[in-house]
Nanobody, 115 residues
Framework: QVRLVESGGGLVQAGGSLRLSCAVS????????MGWFRQAPGKQRELVAS???????NYANFVKGRFTISRDNAKSTVYLQMNSLKPEDTAVYCC?????????WGQGTQVTVSS
């Protein structure tokens, strides 16, 4: 069983920054890929960024240059640094991984960006 717990969401003004964290239980963190997704009210869930076990990253076009995904294998934690936040970034952000073809999700953390 893999457990993911996010933290770091909150309310921030447009142009501000937040850092999200996702702590992963178990000893397999260093070999699994990780991703951050978000879902705004009335919209479908969308991929924000992902990082492989080797550290290669991928970003959605709408966050390129503003968000940075990183991982600390010693702490079994993946981060999402979000800068230059916009009101349209308002959503519930969830981390995700896939282990032996099973997807695991955290409970999500709310990010609200005021204009």
């Amino acid at each position: 069983q893999v457990r993911l717990v996010e933290s770091g969401g909150g309310l921030v003004q447009a142009g501000g920054s937040l850092r999200l964290s996702c702590a992963v239980s178990g000893s397999i963190f260093s070999i699994i890929p990780m991703g951050w997704f978000r879902q705004a009210p009335g919209k479908q869930r969308e991929l924000v960024a992902s990082i492989t076990s080797g550290g290669s990253t991928n970003y959605a076009n709408f966050v390129k240059g503003r968000f940075t995904i990183s991982r600390d294998n010693a702490k079994s934690t993946v981060y999402l640094q979000m800068n230059s936040l916009k009101p349209e970034d308002t959503a519930v952000y969830c981390c995700n991984t896939i282990v032996t073809e099973t997807a695991y999700w955290g409970q999500g953390t709310q990010v609200t960006v005021s204009s």
